[in-house]
């Protein structure tokens, strides 16, 4: 069944804070990895995954057996060249504390609209439960294509080690 969006108007944004940046989209995604929100560090820096405890770009390079680079523009051609689009399913919410799961009253980016919009999107992937969990909470799944969940490449999540975290994607993205 595809439904863009459970919720009815009642959640407009207008006393929400945004909390997400734009997507970031290749011609011909194959691969949607959706994060929760973008914490601090990366509001500051206006970056997807800017803190550098975290571990996201280092396992995307490692998946895609590229030579790593800390320069954001080099990280994005690295996505859109490998068919990676990203984005977080929060576009509003009021902010609680820091962390992936202090967002309350949220409003989410239109995920489904744009997965409708590139046929080539074969598979999404939450990276890490609370995304997924927020996603199902607003949306249901669209037919043909393949869900993930992986873990949380935070810096928050400690309970793994950056090598379990890496094996854990590298056998999941198709």
């Given at each position: 069944?595809n ?10 944004p ?13 011609l011909y ?27 996201f770009?280092?396992i ?11 320069n954001?523009?080099?990280?994005i051609?690295?996505l ?6 990203i ?16 967002v309350k009253n949220?409003?989410?980016n239109?995920?489904n609209e744009?997965v409708?919009m590139y ?5 999404i992937?939450?990276?890490?439960q ?9 949306f249901?799944e669209i037919?043909?294509i393949?869900y993930?969940?992986?873990?949380s490449t ?9 090598r379990?975290?890496?094996n854990?994607?590298k056998t999941?993205?198709?």
């Amino acid at each position: 069944m595809n439904k863009s969006n459970k919720n009815n108007d009642s959640n407009l944004p207008y006393l929400k804070e945004r909390v997400c940046f734009d997507p970031i989209l290749p011609l011909y995604p194959k691969i949607f990895i959706i994060g929760t929100k973008p914490g601090n560090q990366e509001l500051r820096k206006q970056e997807y995954y800017a803190n550098n405890g975290n571990s996201f770009w280092k396992i995307i390079y490692e998946v895609t057996e590229e030579v790593f680079s800390k320069n954001y523009a080099d990280r994005i051609d690295l996505l859109k060249r490998n068919h990676i689009a990203i984005w977080d399913i929060c576009q509003f919410g009021e902010r609680v504390r820091p962390g992936a799961s202090n967002v309350k009253n949220e409003v989410p980016n239109p995920i489904n609209e744009i997965v409708q919009m590139y046929p080539s999107v074969k598979q999404i992937i939450f990276n890490g439960q609370k995304a997924h969990d927020l996603y199902f909470k607003h949306f249901t799944e669209i037919e043909g294509i393949i869900y993930e969940v992986v873990l949380s490449t935070s810096p928050a999540n400690t309970r793994f080690s950056f090598r379990e975290k890496l094996n854990n994607w590298k056998t999941t993205i198709l």
